[in-house]
């Protein structure tokens, strides 16, 4: 770690000398020799830098990515030719974990002489490890460097080069976008492949009951078909799903009316300046951060709730889907309202002058011309508002409840996707255990779910936009 | 129903409607005030602490240190017994109960407190000198008008015997409102007295500050591409399509990718800013490519044909005069990402940030909280004190949202040019 930004310190360092030596020497050589220089002086500088700092930072980056993966199969190699038992992934990775405690010094359990030889060879691998990047990487500075020099004292013309180079680092950086939809896509089905291998996909996704803490320690490769009777019970897929489109359900019903009429207010009535001073202010309800939301809502709003509930004779659970839902929807209510009032906005001005003119009242133009106008656009918005809520994870994980209940009394407590997410991932996460795979396969589910009602709502918005472009 | 009466029907209904309208824009505005007068009533206590007022004698034979001990002698000493001695004098006990009684008044560091009183000051032994120590978090809370005091002791943290020591002290004068400096500097802690946000403060710095430096760059490099310089084919649209679905994943995805990738894979440190800001970077490009893309199409082609026309290469015109022209849209685009990248939590929450941690993190790589997540950790907590810390917490994450939002708009209006 730390020898790594030594690294890229010193490479730092020695592009920018490049680059004034570069400048200099170029100058130097069209005096001396007489000639035209095919670019300005400092692309000659630019040049050396590119050639000596993008291969080398690059070349660091990939062998960091791989280095510990490498290392860790060969420990565990050696470990096993030593005589190191393990029946399991699990328990290589924990005698792994310990090598490598050993080796950091914070170990303090027995040592017996296999673990103690493999921490042994496992100082050895990282030195030579550590070594060898250190003089691959000044070889391929050297090599490049050398390359570069060359190509300059051709006179070369620097600046096409420099900029080809340039367009080809514009491109890989816009596909970091691309990188990382991969990497969200393998690992959360690499992780959800190994669930759905040990948990039939029909009993996760039809299952009515969710209590995955009852696959706490198992070992997930040996399992009977009486463990599995069991186990497939554990992980039902429909009270997670029926809880979060309830919490998302309520959080419409308060968002969708409010942010509604107030996108229609400030779209059709609203004078410039109160369209100045209160759109920001509503807009500030997206920018609290949502824990923020949970905090209130599980200190302030579900106590109140409860206080109610009980001045009526109702029993209100203290983690009601009421108070989560309510304020999620609060949350929402600006998505909702500046989508709505954009593309109420673009609703063409004659056909409101058309319905003005055959006699109708503002209101009604609004009901009968500009709404109907705007629905595809309207559903769009309110469809990127459900993805936003289903997808919202703090207000739930604190304001929620954690247990698994198929019900529709908004007074009850549910839980929900992302609640189940963070309860299971938090903590300490054992290997290879169906419970902490399942949250990999919630988070593939809630993955797709946004996915498909992102890119109807897009479809949606974009087909009525082109209908008045 | 005649003509006027329907058509008074259809004005009345106009008007309803207009009345619907107001009321929601009403009710929206209203939540926010209650939203914030909730957090800002129950937080601005937690920036003031309570302290009581104690006559601490240094007696040689109680310290067993020497006249002229340095430092690290004394840092090594027992301040133990003296800080009992002291502590019990403030209210005349009857037995060890009692003493127990009083001693719980305090803070479990006032021992440190005292040390540190006699490391500032030069050669204390054998003086009295009268110290302010922090009171414990019950007397805090009950002090702050937080902690109801009718009702029936065994349901009361405090016994009676420690209200009447209490209203003892009040009536000398000998308790203090100070400063709260602990909140500020200490990490966090089991008592809510001693716990701050000083570790969730460096830890919420570093990791923005990462996010930055990784999300920043690559968020211009791949919008100018985008903007100027993609061919028109489909590995374009493609990513497009990507980028705008990645702002619309839901964060904890982003947790889950980093859980797998960062930390399983590639073994970097759990619960550090490094990770975090690594991820946050992750979640916010997109969000910061979008804004920047519009504030690159947003310069008219006439200064890309201009620059083109006197003989600069097509990167010339890019860098020289495209960019430095959409600066202020993308710079301002940048800070109201990090903004949402510092109130997020969820992904935090999913790498480890969620360990307890008591030590300020000196390095990006060591464990650490941050300021959303030491919300939602104190949130969690039942200790009453708790609840003006978590308070004070949001309070000053929604004033770094607020001024980084109020410099994005400043550096839009301010430097901005408007083509038309």
């Not at chain 2, 032994?125 to 008008?145: P, V």
């Not at chain 2, 490099?221 to 990507?242: C, G, H």
Request: charged share 20%; glycine share 6%; hydrophobic share 50%.
């Amino acid at each position: 770690m730390r020898m790594n930004f030594v690294l890229i310190f010193l490479i730092t360092i020695f592009s920018l000398s490049l680059f004034f030596y570069g400048r200099s020497k170029t100058k130097s050589i069209s005096i001396e020799k007489n000639i035209k220089l095919n670019a300005l002086p400092k692309f000659y500088g630019y040049y050396l830098v590119l050639w000596c700092s993008i291969p080398s930072l690059v070349f660091l980056l990939i062998w960091t990515l791989f280095e510990p993966v490498i290392i860790k199969s060969i420990i565990i190699e050696t470990a096993a030719n030593q005589g190191a038992i393990f029946n399991d992934k699990n328990e290589a990775n924990l005698i792994y974990e310990k090598i490598k405690a050993i080796y950091a010094g914070t170990y303090f359990g027995d040592i017996d002489t296999i673990l103690k030889e493999s921490a042994l060879s496992y100082a050895k691998f990282i030195n030579l490890f550590t070594n060898s990047k250190i003089v691959l990487i000044f070889a391929i500075v050297i090599a490049s460097v050398i390359y570069s020099l060359k190509k300059i004292k051709n006179n070369n013309k620097a600046r096409d080069d420099v900029e080809v180079i340039l367009k080809g680092l514009l491109f890989a950086s816009s596909l970091i976008a691309i990188l990382t939809t991969l990497g969200i896509i393998f690992s959360l089905l690499f992780e959800s492949i190994k669930f759905f291998s040990v948990i039939n996909i029909f009993d996760y996704l039809f299952g009515t009951n969710w209590s995955p803490q009852r696959a706490f320690v198992r070992d997930a490769s040996a399992i009977t078909a009486e463990e599995y009777d069991e186990l497939k019970d554990a992980f039902g897929f429909i009270p997670l799903i029926a809880g979060t489109s309830f919490i998302a359900f309520i959080a419409m019903l308060v968002a969708v009316p409010i942010g509604l009429f107030s996108g229609i207010y400030m779209a059709e009535y609203a004078s410039v300046k109160i369209r100045r001073i209160s759109k920001p202010i509503i807009e500030i309800l997206a920018g609290i951060p949502t824990v923020v939301y949970g905090f209130f809502a599980a200190l302030t709003v579900g106590p109140f709730f409860r206080q109610i509930g009980e001045n009526l004779g109702l029993t209100v659970s203290s983690e009601s889907a009421l108070a989560a839902g309510l304020i999620m929807g609060i949350m929402i209510i600006p998505y909702v309202s500046s989508l709505s009032d954009d593309v109420i906005n673009s609703v063409p001005q004659s056909l409101r002058d058309g319905s003005y003119a055959v006699g109708a009242t503002k209101s009604e133009t609004i009901k009968k011309v500009v709404i109907p106008a705007a629905l595809p656009g309207i559903i769009g918005s309110v469809l990127l508002a459900v993805s936003r809520a289903i997808g919202e994870t703090m207000i739930v994980v604190m304001a929620a409840g954690l247990a698994a209940n198929l019900t529709i009394n908004p007074l009850e407590s549910t839980t929900t996707i992302t609640t189940q997410i963070v309860m299971i991932l938090v903590g300490d996460q054992e290997f290879d255990s169906p419970k902490t795979q399942s949250a990999f396969a919630l988070g593939l589910t809630l993955f797709i779910a946004t996915l498909v009602l992102n890119y109807i709502a897009q479809r949606a918005v974009k087909k009525y936009r082109e209908k008045y472009d | 129903m005649t003509k006027e009466e329907r058509l008074k029907k259809r004005h009345s209904a106009e008007k309803r409607f207009r009345f619907y309208g107001l009321a929601s824009i009403f009710v929206a505005l209203l939540f926010v005030l209650i939203l914030v007068h909730n957090i800002f009533s129950k937080g601005s206590s937690a920036f003031m602490k309570t302290a009581i007022n104690v006559e601490v004698f240094f007696d040689q034979e109680l310290l067993e240190i020497k006249n002229d001990a340095s430092d690290d002698e004394i840092l090594e000493a027992d301040f133990f017994d003296i800080t009992i001695e002291s502590l019990i004098k403030v209210y005349p006990a009857k037995n060890v109960e009692e003493e127990d009684a009083i001693i719980e008044l305090f803070t479990t560091d006032a021992e440190i407190e005292i040390k540190r009183a006699f490391l500032e000051n030069n050669n204390l032994i054998g003086k009295k000198i009268n110290l302010e120590i922090t009171a414990s978090d019950d007397i805090d809370q009950l002090h702050k008008g937080n902690y109801p005091r009718d009702i029936p002791e065994d349901r009361r943290r405090i016994s009676d015997f420690q209200l009447v020591i209490y209203d003892n002290l009040v009536e000398n004068q000998k308790i203090v409102k100070n400063f709260n400096n602990y909140f500020f500097k200490n990490g966090d802690s089991r008592d809510p007295e001693l716990a701050g946000i000083g570790g969730a403060l460096i830890g919420s710095f570093y990791s923005i500050i990462i996010c930055l430096l990784l999300a920043f760059p690559v968020a211009v490099l791949a919008s100018i591409y985008l903007e100027e310089f993609a061919p028109k084919n489909k590995i374009t649209d493609f990513i497009e399509i990507n980028i705008n679905n990645l702002a619309a994943v839901p964060s904890i995805v982003y947790g889950l990718l980093a859980l797998q990738i960062l930390l399983a894979t590639i073994q970097l440190p759990r619960s550090t800013p490094l990770v975090a800001g690594i991820t946050l970077a992750l979640m916010t490009l997109p969000r910061i490519i979008i804004p920047c893309r519009a504030s690159l199409k947003a310069v008219p082609p006439s200064i890309r044909e201009g620059a083109l026309a006197v003989g600069a290469s097509k990167f010339q015109s890019v860098f020289h005069h495209v960019v430095p022209l959409a600066l202020p849209g993308t710079l301002s685009g940048t800070i109201i990402g990090l903004a949402q990248a510092l109130g997020e939590t969820a992904p935090l929450i999913l790498i480890g940030m969620v360990a307890f941690v008591v030590d300020i993190p000196s390095t990006p790589i060591d464990p650490s909280s941050s300021l959303p997540v030491q919300v939602y950790l104190w949130s969690e907590s039942a200790e009453r004190g708790f609840v003006e810390k978590t308070s004070a917490t949001i309070m000053m994450l929604l004033s770094f949202l607020i001024v980084m939002n109020f410099l994005a708009v400043y550096l839009r209006q301010k430097f901005e040019k408007r083509w038309n």
